[in-house]
């Protein structure tokens, strides 16, 4: 899992940076999945201590969970950037590039969670 919050962690730096190069600079609102992404990568190196590991991780999920939530309102709007009638299509683009990364990184730390979860169990009640 830690592996995983450094790659999507650097996925969402990578997407934050293009969208505000892309448009132009004009707002630092475009920098919100890299802003999103730094906190998952401090995070990533906290989570590197290994008593720290369980708590950072979780951690880690809220912070995703919360950049989902954050960019639904955004994401609602992608029929418009298709229809053409979008007013910041770039937004909603960016947006949606971070709901879906978030999305997919939720995904594997609730699997991750789980099976770990399974595996310690599993490892108490065969003593």
Request: aromatic content about 8%.
């Amino acid at each position: 899992m830690l592996r995983l919050t450094f790659i999507f962690a650097s996925l969402l730096v990578l997407a934050g940076v293009i969208a505000y190069a892309v448009s132009g600079a004009a707002s630092v609102t475009a920098l919100i999945p890299a802003f999103v992404g730094l906190a998952l990568l401090v995070i990533g190196f906290i989570a590197r201590n290994e008593g720290a590991r369980k708590h950072a991780l979780h951690v880690a999920m809220v912070i995703a969970l919360l950049g989902l939530l954050g960019s639904l309102m955004n994401v609602a709007q992608i029929g418009e950037v298709f229809a053409g009638t979008a007013e910041r299509p770039a937004a909603v683009i960016t947006s949606t590039v971070m709901f879906v990364l978030l999305a997919i990184y939720l995904v594997f730390g609730i699997r991750t969670f789980i099976l770990a979860r399974r595996s310690s169990a599993g490892e108490v009640t065969s003593d």
